[in-house]
């Protein structure tokens, strides 16, 4: 009565939205997050208003997520049982194609998220490369994302394959990450032809990411490995054989204790 949509009243209802900014969707939905696009979507909807359910298609293009160029990502959507399903995802970013699914469940926002990525070229990423090294390569990955979005749990597996450390060619790197709370464990282990590397710690997932890594190596100049991305945390020439500990903030590069044994 009166053009309201009463509680177990049923109804049906297409839409279809073209063009749509994907920033100002986000927002309307709650979200803050650093997004960019275009989106176009096509939903079918029918039941009642306190059980819908249907099903849809979505495209966005020229897409931007967290600073990273997603010029394309495509899926299918389904609403049953209280959960928005995200089906058959397909997406491009730095040259590389990525696929997943996910949902979401829409009374308290608790979701699930599996992505896949193969042949990202490591090339890409400026913070692979210093004045003194580079690293080149692909890369491949699984994640397994679930839980509140306070406090999400999270299992990964990433593949580096091809490694080349200052053009040299090295072999693969493989990296396991899991989570326990608010602690990520991270094992990784290296499939060199000419030298070893091992990885094993701990990253607290707050404040400045405090961690505590361990780093055993043989024939392999770690010290310019480690200034890749910490640049200025261990200065002189490498050892060549070893084990250094890594303890401190990852935000926070220059507060980061090396020490060798």
């Known amino acids: 009565a009166g053009g309201v949509l009463t509680e177990n009243a049923p109804f049906t209802l297409h839409l279809d939205v073209l063009n749509a900014d994907v920033a100002e969707v986000a927002q309307l939905l709650g979200s803050d997050r650093p997004l960019a696009g275009r989106l176009g979507f096509s939903v079918n909807l029918s039941g009642i208003r306190s059980s819908p359910h249907g099903d849809g298609h979505f495209d966005v293009h020229d ?4 600073g990273v160029a997603i010029p394309s990502l495509t899926g299918d959507l389904r609403l049953a049982d209280g959960r928005l399903q995200f089906n058959n995802l397909n997406a ?12 979401i469940r829409i009374s308290d926002r608790e979701f699930r998220l599996n992505l896949a990525g193969q042949n990202i070229d490591l090339g890409r990423f400026p913070r692979l490369r210093s004045n003194r090294f580079s690293m080149d390569g692909k890369a491949d990955f ?10 999400p749990s999270l299992e990964a597996h990433v593949h580096l394959r091809d490694l080349a450390l200052d053009k040299v060619r090295a072999g693969d790197f493989f990296v396991d990450a899991v989570t326990h709370g608010r602690q990520l464990d991270i094992k990784a282990h290296s499939d060199f032809e000419k030298s070893d590397l091992n990885v094993q710690g701990t990253i607290a997932l707050e404040n400045e990411f405090p961690a505590d890594l361990k780093l055993d190596f043989h024939h392999l100049d770690v010290i310019s490995l480690i200034s890749i991305y910490f640049p200025g945390t261990i200065t002189g020439q490498s ?4 084990t250094i500990h890594l303890r401190g903030p990852l935000r926070m590069p220059r507060e980061l204790k090396a020490s060798a044994e």
């Open 239 to 242: 050892p060549i054989e070893g």
């Open 92 to 103: 491009r970013a730095y040259d590389a194609s990525l696929s997943g699914s996910g949902s």
């Open 63 to 66: 897409g931007a997520a967290f």
């Open 142 to 151: 699984t994640a397994e994302v679930s839980g509140p979005p306070g406090q």
